[in-house]
């Protein structure tokens, strides 16, 4: 729920409360406000967020919170607002038992990227190919905890056939402990066709090369060759990053398929790019071609798909036409899943 927020001073804030963790704010009531990322201006970091309603308690939840019956895991663990959610690999959950047999995601691709603004582009990247395909998204918890907190989920809530957060992130249509278990719960709960896992909203990164959230990249690589899925790695490739770690191929995606993946995935490169970003992408990805199959998948018809989106593009501020070469990457690798899935 967006909020506008007075100020005892005077001044005013647009802020953010989470209904299910805080209650329903309305005109006239005081709130507990968190105000440092946007104070901070971060990118993702645009409201305030409500604490909590001093004035009045939120409602107790449905059932009784002294039993397991509605489930136990809790999620941002230990802090002020955790939430307890009911997971889908628990015992109280319907799904437990076939969960509890689950061993393999049976050769499921999966998509596995740096950035949230990479999901719709490789939607729009498997729906070019194959419009009925069934997909599911796994929210990793290196970004935005919530779910709730993302307008790119909300606009494509008719385009996935759900998704499962893992870790310490909640919010989505299933909940799991793990990504391993979630990566089974889209394979055997919502038999998803293809999965793409990402981070929420917000990466975090130091200009270092082991400090950023995206690292977790290689290891949902990891995750899904254990369990016998097919990982596709979507590239971070851009010409218009200020940044030079960023340009070319993002050392992001350099160090994590290169450094913390151990098992194998397909890395798509798209057909079309600019001359000279190609060659560049070409040298940077020499040294991965020996654990990695690197890909090279069309673009026809890409550019077309991104554009129906019913979501708007942005990646670091930037829309499709400013940082086309993102967007088109993030799109074939979608292609080349759907593809494996056909």
């Known amino acids: 729920m967006e909020l506008d927020v007075d100020l005892p ?28 990322a946007l104070l901070m201006g971060l990118g993702t970091g645009g409201y305030a967020l409500v604490v909590a309603l001093p004035d009045r308690l939120p409602p107790d939840p449905p059932q009784a919170g002294d039993t397991r019956d509605a489930g136990h895991l809790v999620k941002a663990r230990y802090t002020p607002l955790q939430a307890i959610m009911l997971g889908v690999d628990e015992e109280a959950s319907e799904h437990h038992e076939l969960l509890a047999r689950a061993k393999s995601l049976d050769g499921l691709p999966v998509v596995t990227a740096d950035l949230h603004s990479a999901l719709p582009a490789i939607l729009a990247g498997v729906r070019a190919d194959s419009p009925d395909a069934r997909v599911a998204y796994l929210l990793t918890d290196g970004g935005a905890l919530p779910a709730w907190f993302s307008r790119t989920l909300d606009g494509l809530r008719g385009e996935l056939v759900g998704t499962v957060s893992v870790g310490q992130a909640f919010g989505g249509d299933l909940e ?36 950023f959230s995206g690292v977790a990249v290689g290891e949902a690589v990891n995750a899904v060759a254990t369990l016998g899925g097919r990982p596709v790695g979507s590239l971070r490739i851009s010409d218009a990053d200020p940044r030079p770690r960023h340009r070319g191929v993002s050392h992001h995606s350099l160090t994590a398929y290169g450094r913390v993946a151990l098992a194998p995935a397909d890395l798509v490169v798209p057909d079309g790019l600019d001359p000279a970003l190609a060659a560049e992408v070409d040298a940077a990805l020499a040294s991965l071609a020996g654990r990695h199959t690197l890909v090279r998948v069309p673009t026809d018809g890409l550019d077309a798909a991104l554009r129906a989106l019913p979501v708007p593009l942005s990646t670091m501020g930037r829309g499709l036409d400013a940082d086309h070469a993102y967007f088109l990457a993030a799109a074939a690798a979608g292609r080349h899943a759907a593809r494996l899935a056909a």
Do not use: E
């Not at 647009?14 to 507990?32: K, M």
């Open 9 to 36: 001073d005077g001044g005013a804030l647009r802020a953010l409360a989470y209904p299910a963790l805080v209650g329903d704010p309305v005109p006239g009531d005081r709130v507990l406000l968190n105000a440092g």
């Open 176 to 211: 799991a402990t793990t990504l391993h278990s979630g990566l089974l719960a889209a394979r055997h709960v919502l038999r998803a066709d293809v999965a793409i896992v990402a981070q929420g909203p917000g990466n975090l990164g130091t200009g270092t090369t082991w400090g």
